[in-house]
């Protein structure tokens, strides 16, 4: 069996060779989506260490504008199944509580 190093990830790992033009196709495939999914999963934590920041400032009007964009960004990123839907909704839960604390405190 035929091995080459893949060094497009950050991890080198050893990967088999595709033989077939389907197989081939596939291991193409599975790059491109790759990579879609990690952008889709870098930009949904880059949103919510903005949230983050705006709860930590104690800003509760500026948190619940970025927990607006982390929920939008969250069900686009489920309706592509890049991440489960109950796994979004896990998110934005755990998410909503800590804005909710944070307006309780205020009020």
């Known amino acids: ?22 197989a081939k196709k ?5 790059a491109k989506k790759r990579t879609i999914n990690r952008k889709r999963k870098s930009q949904i934590k880059t949103q919510i260490k903005h949230f983050e920041e705006a709860l930590g400032a104690g800003d509760a009007e500026a948190a619940r ?28 839960s755990r998410l909503a509580r800590r804005l909710n604390s944070l307006t309780a405190k205020k009020g």
């Open 65 to 92: 504008e970025q927990y607006q964009l982390v929920v939008k960004k969250l069900d686009k990123t489920a309706a592509t199944s890049t991440m489960h839907k109950k796994t979004a909704a896990r998110k934005k």
């Open 26 to 30: 596939r291991v193409r495939q599975n």
């Open 1 to 22: 069996m035929n091995y080459e190093l893949n060094t497009n990830d950050q991890v080198f790992q050893e990967i088999a060779v595709a033989h077939s033009l389907s």
